[in-house]
């Protein structure tokens, strides 16, 4: 399984971006997890989707901001960003697991990152 991070950008606070996340494979197998990391930071949960959709957790920095969903035919993940902070800035992963999880080790592919850079 290969994931392919992108949509990450500059924008500044208030603005909204769109990351996508292509899965080659079959995505509808994985569970879905969204995580983040900022320079000097750890890698830090953002958001999660089950393999149908319809399950969906968020951390609670982003929650009510951020929406995650999935398109299984397109073998895609997203995460809509609105009402983006400067303390969202970081790079952003997608990674695939057999089962939800909130922690990094549950996770078995993961994509390379795309950077989100948000402005005051």
């Known amino acids: 399984v290969q994931l392919q991070a992108s949509g990450g950008g500059s924008v500044q606070a208030g603005g909204s971006l769109r990351l996508s996340c292509a899965v080659s494979?079959?995505?509808?197998?994985?569970?879905m997890g969204w995580f983040r990391q900022a320079p000097g930071k750890e890698r830090e949960f953002v958001a999660q989707?089950?393999?149908?959709?319809?399950?969906?957790y968020y951390a609670d920095s982003v929650k009510g901001r951020f929406t995650a969903s999935r398109n299984n035919a397109a073998n895609t993940v997203y995460l809509q960003m609105n009402s983006l902070k400067p303390e969202d800035t970081a790079v952003y992963y997608c990674a695939a697991s057999r089962f939800l999880s909130y922690e990094v080790r549950a996770y078995d592919y993961w994509g390379q990152g795309t950077l989100v850079t948000v402005s005051s």
């Open positions: 494979g079959r995505t509808s197998s994985y569970d």
């Open positions: 989707i089950n393999w149908s959709g319809s399950i969906t």
